[in-house]
Each structure stands twice: as C-alpha cells, then as structure tokens.
C-alpha cells in the first residue's frame, strides 16, 4: 500500500483528532440548554443534534450497541465528579458517562497512578454523553461508553474549583518539532501511569500522540508486553485515551481487532508518523467535500429505542 493512499485513508482520522484537540476549548460555568430542534423526526437530522440534548441516561441495565465510532449505549453510568484520586474536567459537557466496566476502571487505575506514580490522581476528560452516541463538538469515537481520555497534567493535591475544571488546559508533552517529548513536561512518572492503565485486561488500546509512544519504548524497562496496547495516534499530545474491549455477553457491541502483539517500538513502526507527510501535511489540491453528518438511520437500529428510552 502507497504512503499516498496511507494518507489518504487516515486522512478522516487526522480531522477527527485535530477536532479531539480541541477539548482545551474552555467550557463554562454557565451552560445553557440547547434549543429544542424544530423538527427532531426529520430523517435528516444530524444524530449528533438527538443525542446531544439527552442529558440523562435510559433507566435499564447497561446494554453497549454498536462500534466505538457508530454506537450507542443504554444504561450508562456517571463517574463521580470528585473521588479520591480523580476529578472529572469541563463539567459543563456532560460527558463523564460510561459503561459501568469503564467507571470502575478509570476508579483503578487513578488509585494506582496514586500508589506508583506519587500522583494525587487523575484528572478525567470527555468520557460518553449520557446516551452516547456521536458528539456535538469533538470526537468521532466515545460513543459507546467504553472511552476515555486522561489528562497528562497530574490531578493537584486539592480540589478544582468549578471556574479551574472549565478554565485551565492540560500541559502539552510534546516537543515543537513533533519528533520526541519535551523534556520540561513529561516526567519519569508519566510512564507507571500509562502502564497501569495498559496492564488492565479489559484495555483494548490506548491512544498516545507518537512522541510518547517513542518516549514509552525508550524507557520502559522489565515486561514491556504492555507497550503493543499502546498505540500512536494524531493528537493526543496532552492527553492518553483508554478504550476498553465490548464487555462479556454485550452481543451488539461491535469489536475491535485485537491489536499485534509486538511492541510497536521499530523504527519502521514510527516512520510513518513521523513523516513529513504526517508532520507537515500539504493541503489537498481540490478540498474534499465534507461528511455528511451520521443520522440515526446510519445507526444501529437499536440505537433508535436508546434515544427514545425512558
């Protein structure tokens, strides 16, 4: 397969990630409900808009539907907005909803980034809105409650005010060039964080820009069968993002193919993203025609019965 069409199939993925980057955008203090839709029955309706102003989960048992990037999710859980060794950011999005599995997870692995990291905790980003499913603002994945991201910047040791969790922006980790970390960021406890959270069997993947991932296989020493979970991916440069396989019995979660089990740390593992192409890409000669916009109709079936659930 060429660079060129490389490229040009990760393409979508590089916008979504560009767009992921753009949680730093502040949030507010004061979020305002979004205006009813007009006509929300219109088979036109971007999904986006329906899920977008659920602000509750469905009242049943948790049940995944459909694939991280084209799903949904009933019965979904909230992650505390203060724990003992986490804090959940921009409060006024709405998305520190999970799958149940996912919750307890984030609550293990922000108590081991306490234990082995000397971090006070984990400061938690986007998570899933309360009935998943595709996102107003930010994300082509999370919407099946099995995501998550994680703030690089250690949690402090107090609690955030409601003005600092809407405010302040996590640290960048990597260097201008885009080729290594930055040494006055990223720390030698950076590493047990990713590693706990990459240890845990129900991790699928976790997603770090591709400085980390070379800093990750740089460092680690001992087992490093952790490191194929880790995986290179546009942005996430100042946050890991953690996805967690379908859970035991959800018959309508749709898998992702098991990652390899190499390291993923050769330098013909990396090129590509550190390719010109990659790191400086060139605008297409003739820009594409946006996407447009999933409708419920692009979605699983039962994601229908979700949006409409009590």
């Not at 909230?78 to 409060?91: D, E, H, I, K, S």
């Given at each position: 397969m060429s660079s060129r069409l490389i490229l040009s199939l990760l393409l979508p993925l590089a916008l979504a990630s560009a767009s992921s980057a753009l949680a730093q955008t502040k949030g507010t203090v004061?979020?305002?409900?979004?205006?009813?839709?007009?006509?929300?029955?219109?088979?036109?309706?971007?999904?986006?808009?329906?899920?977008?102003?659920?602000a509750l989960p469905t009242r049943s048992a948790p049940q995944v539907v459909g694939f991280y990037a084209k799903g949904c999710i009933a019965g979904?859980?909230?992650?505390?907005?203060?724990?003992?060794?986490?804090?959940?950011?921009?409060?006024?999005?709405?998305?520190?909803?999970?799958?149940?599995?996912m919750v307890e997870l984030i609550e293990r692995v922000s108590a081991k980034a306490n234990r082995i990291a000397g971090w006070p905790g984990l400061l938690v980003g986007d998570m899933s809105q309360p009935r998943g499913g595709p996102m107003l603002t930010g994300h082509a994945s999370h919407q099946i409650g099995l995501d998550a991201d994680i703030w690089l910047t250690p949690m402090p040791n107090r609690q955030l005010s409601r003005n600092e969790r809407e405010e302040m922006s996590a640290v960048m980790m990597v260097r201008k060039d885009r080729l290594d970390i930055d040494p006055a960021t990223w720390t030698?406890?950076?590493?047990?964080?990713?590693?706990?959270?990459?240890?845990?069997?129900?991790?699928?993947?976790?997603?770090?820009?591709a400085a980390i991932k070379k800093a990750l296989c740089r460092e680690a020493k001992g087992d490093r069968s952790w490191l194929s979970k880790v995986r290179p991916m546009y942005g996430h440069d100042y946050h890991f993002h953690i996805r967690i396989?379908?859970?035991?019995?959800?018959?309508?979660?749709?898998?992702?193919?098991?990652?390899?089990?190499?390291e993923g740390c050769a330098a013909s593992d990396l090129a590509y993203w550190f390719s010109d192409a990659v790191l400086h890409p060139k605008p297409p000669p003739v820009p594409p025609k946006p996407k447009p916009p999933m409708t419920l109709a692009d979605m699983p079936a039962a994601c229908r019965q979700v949006l409409t659930a009590p």
């Open positions: 004061d979020p305002r409900p979004l205006p009813p839709l007009a006509n929300p029955n219109d088979p036109s309706t971007p999904a986006k808009e329906l899920f977008g102003r659920k979904a859980e909230a992650l505390a907005l203060n724990g003992p060794t986490w804090q959940v950011m921009r409060l006024s999005r709405n998305r520190n909803w999970a799958h149940p599995q030698p406890t950076h590493l047990p964080v990713i590693r706990a959270a990459a240890q845990e069997p129900a991790v699928e993947r976790i997603f770090v820009n396989k379908c859970p035991a019995g959800a018959a309508d979660c749709e898998s992702q193919t098991p990652p390899n089990e190499g």
